[in-house]
C-alpha cells in the first residue's frame, strides 16, 4: 500500500437492485459497497449491498492474523445490506467487525440486523456467526479509525439515511447516496458538510424528466441536483452514484457527457474506480 495515502475503492454502485445484464456491465451491476483498505488487517467499509461479496472474496486471509472491518450502513434497504451475509469475512473466527448504524423504528442496527439475517429469510443466523461482531449506534459523533475520521449527517430519504464524510488530514470525500433534494434545511447542511470535498459522491439515480414526471418523494436525486450541490460546496471531484436499474450503460455515458457540461469534474461511479483519501 502507498505511505502517501490511501484509496475509496467502489464494489457496487447500482441503485435498488443489482443488474447482472451485459448493457450493464461496463459500470457494473452490484449493489452499494465502498471501501477503504487502511492495511491488509484494517478495512472501512461504507454499505454492504452485493458488492461487499467481491471485496470479501478479494481479501487476502494471512494465517493467524486479526483482521478488523469496521462497517458503516447509511440505512437499511436492501439494495444497502443484502451482501453482509455473503461477506466470507463474517465466517472467520480471526476477524474483528464493528458495525455502524443509526436507531430506526425503535430498534437498534445490532437488532435491524439479527432479525433480518436469520431463519426463514437466511439459513445462518447472524447473531451466531463465528466472528466478532460489535455493533455501535451513530449518534453524529465523528468516529476516529486509524488516522480517518468518519463524520455522519441525515439526509433525506423515507425511513432515514446518512452521509458519511471521510478525512484524512486536509482531504475529504462525502458519501452522499439515497437523498432526495428540495429539504431547503437538508441540502444546505449537505453543502456545508461537503464544504470543499475532495470528492462528493452523489445520489444521481433519476433521468431529470423521469424525477419530475414520477418519482418526486421516492427519496432519491439526479445529476443537475448533484452539479448544483457540487458548484454551491465548491468540491474537486463529483462522482453520480446509485444507477437506476434500468439505466443502461449507455445512458449513464449520455448523463455523464451532459453533466460535465455543467461540472467538468464529474465522474460516473463505477466498479473498480478508486478515490484518493
Not at 461496463?26 to 458488492?51: K, Q
Amino acid at each position: 500500500m502507498s505511505t502517501n495515502g490511501y484509496k475509496l475503492k467502489i464494489w457496487g454502485a447500482r441503485g435498488t437492485v443489482a443488474t447482472p445484464a451485459p448493457a450493464k456491465l461496463r459500470f457494473g451491476g452490484n449493489t452499494s459497497c465502498l471501501a477503504v483498505s487502511l492495511s491488509d488487517d484494517e478495512h472501512i467499509i461504507l454499505d454492504c449491498g452485493t458488492g461487499v461479496r467481491l471485496l470479501g472474496n478479494a481479501l487476502t486471509v494471512t494465517p493467524g492474523r486479526e483482521r478488523r472491518f469496521h462497517i458503516f450502513f447509511t440505512h437499511y434497504h436492501f439494495d444497502h445490506i443484502e451482501g453482509l451475509a455473503l461477506f466470507q469475512p463474517i465466517y472467520d473466527a480471526r476477524s474483528r467487525i464493528t458495525i455502524h448504524g443509526f436507531e430506526a423504528g425503535g430498534q437498534s442496527v445490532g437488532k435491524i440486523i439479527e432479525d433480518l439475517i436469520r431463519p426463514p429469510y437466511f439459513p445462518v443466523t447472524f447473531a451466531d456467526v463465528p466472528s466478532n461482531v460489535d455493533y455501535v449506534g451513530v449518534d453524529g459523533t465523528p468516529v476516529q479509525i486509524a488516522d480517518v475520521t468518519v463524520s455522519s449527517l441525515p439526509l433525506n430519504h423515507p425511513d432515514g439515511c446518512l452521509s458519511f464524510r471521510l478525512q484524512r488530514g486536509g482531504r475529504r470525500i462525502v458519501y452522499a447516496t439515497d437523498h432526495e433534494h428540495g429539504d431547503d434545511p437538508t441540502d444546505e447542511a449537505l453543502i456545508e458538510f461537503a464544504r470543499g470535498a475532495d470528492c462528493l459522491i452523489y445520489d444521481a439515480t433519476y433521468m431529470r424528466a423521469e424525477y419530475e414526471a414520477l418519482r418526486r418523494g421516492w427519496g432519491h436525486s439526479t445529476w443537475y441536483a448533484a452539479v448544483r450541490t457540487a458548484i454551491a460546496a465548491e468540491v474537486g471531484k463529483l462522482v453520480l452514484f446509485h444507477h437506476h436499474p434500468e439505466h443502461s450503460d449507455d445512458d449513464l455515458e449520455e448523463v455523464l457527457a451532459i453533466a460535465r457540461g455543467e461540472f467538468p469534474a464529474t465522474e460516473i461511479a463505477s466498479e473498480g474506480l478508486e478515490l484518493p483519501l
